[in-house]
């Protein structure tokens, strides 16, 4: 785990079942959504990127939020405007509901994309960090075969 994700352990353990543990976490930037089709992606105006990313079954709680992948879920928490404190709990996605994490170099920074099995696509990018290649190691950690 980061530093940024060891500081705030305690807010980001608090909604995780007795059991379940907290592998990474980093604060994003949603990009881009593409649904299921394949046809569209939005990448508009954060109106409607948050409301395709909803339509699809990615429950983001805003432009700019936390990921956190556990062993069994990807949180998703609400973040403080300017300096992404982890706020509450919006949403999970079981891991089996996704096909894949990938971290994906583009320039200065990395870009991540979590594809759904209903092939709809959330990209984001890291909000200060450069890497988010911790998340890609997370998700095959927690879905390798035993």
């Keep these: 785990m980061n530093r940024w994700a060891r500081r705030h352990g305690d807010s980001l353990r608090a909604p995780l079942d007795d059991d379940e543990m907290l592998l990474a976490a980093d604060r994003v930037v949603m990009t881009a959504v593409t649904r299921q089709d394949a046809t569209t992606t939005d990448r508009g105006n954060r109106g409607k990127r948050i409301e395709a990313a909803r339509a699809v079954g990615f429950p983001v709680p805003g432009p ?18 300017w300096l992404g404190r982890a706020g509450a709990m919006e949403g999970d996605i079981q891991l ?3 096909a894949t994490v990938r971290a994906v170099r583009r320039l200065r920074s990395e870009r991540l994309a979590i594809l759904l099995e209903n092939r709809s ?13 911790q998340l890609q190691a997370a998700f095959e950690t927690a879905t390798a075969p035993d």
Excluded: K
């Design 96 to 98: 089996e509901n996704i």
């Design 64 to 81: 700019v939020f936390i990921i956190a992948i556990t062993d069994r879920r990807l949180l998703l928490f609400r973040a403080s405007t």
């Design 121 to 133: 696509m959330l990209v984001v990018q890291p909000l200060w960090t450069r890497r988010l290649r």
